[in-house]
């Protein structure tokens, strides 16, 4: 059995540094991070109970570990609602097709000049409007946006921020396998991620967990330029997993000005798909 405890207490405690908890940073040291006995310390439990929760032989440690744990290990809310996934029972995860919600497609056409566009569990495209396949190629259905973000060098002329969204999509993947560890799909595509491409493998193996937040995006578009967008993400109810993210430009920007012209330009939404039409 995986113990996915014990890797994530690892991979955390060795990105912790001594000096930001309090203890002297010793030369002697061989490898980063805290020792077992220092976070134990820091967590208010023995070294020994520790020792057994990251070697994987107890399993279930209570709240209030778990409470002081993040605190010790400085986690952040997502990531530490991400290790509480990993102690109680997971989401079963689903291999079934995907259909986007009814309705969906018609509310984000009515949008003409607002990117918009609704992914699923494992972050397929469900459904986009023609403005945001404009602003994005990869936003038009059937695209599975992890894979375009780490495998397509389209992605990094698009963004010129990649490097630093790739820390967050990592982290939203990660939280993914965290509430469904036995969801095919999403180990596939860890696999496959990690063998191509060397920085979704690193920023793996730091065990950061992340769920889609309104954050702001720039976009180096090829034809309309500069756009700094505001993306805003909304669970999409009665449907699993189904995620609205809608893009929106500051009034009266520049960005608001390209997009209008962008909205202008653009063409019908891009492999629209018949109302319930699965994407697998």
Known sequence: MTNRLGEFLRARRGL???ADAGLPDLAERRV?????DELAALAGVSPEYYTRLEQGRDRNPSEQVLTSLARALRLDADTEAHLRQLVHSPRTGSAGPERL?????????????????????????????????ALAPRYARGTNLFRSF???PASRALHPDWEAMAVDVTAILRRLVGAAPDDGRLTGLVAELTAGSTAFARHWDRHDARRTTTAVKRFTHPVAGELELAKHAFTVPGADEQTLVVYRAEPGSPAADRLRWLAASAGPAHDRPATGAPVT
């Open 16 to 18: 912790v540094r001594p």
């Open 32 to 36: 980063p991070g805290l020792r077992r």
């Open 101 to 133: 919600a009814p309705g969906m497609q018609e509310l984000i056409e009515a949008w003409p000049d607002t990117p918009a566009l609704v992914w699923g569990r494992h972050l397929d495209v469900l459904g986009a409007n023609a403005l945001a396949v």
């Open 150 to 152: 780490f495998l397509d």
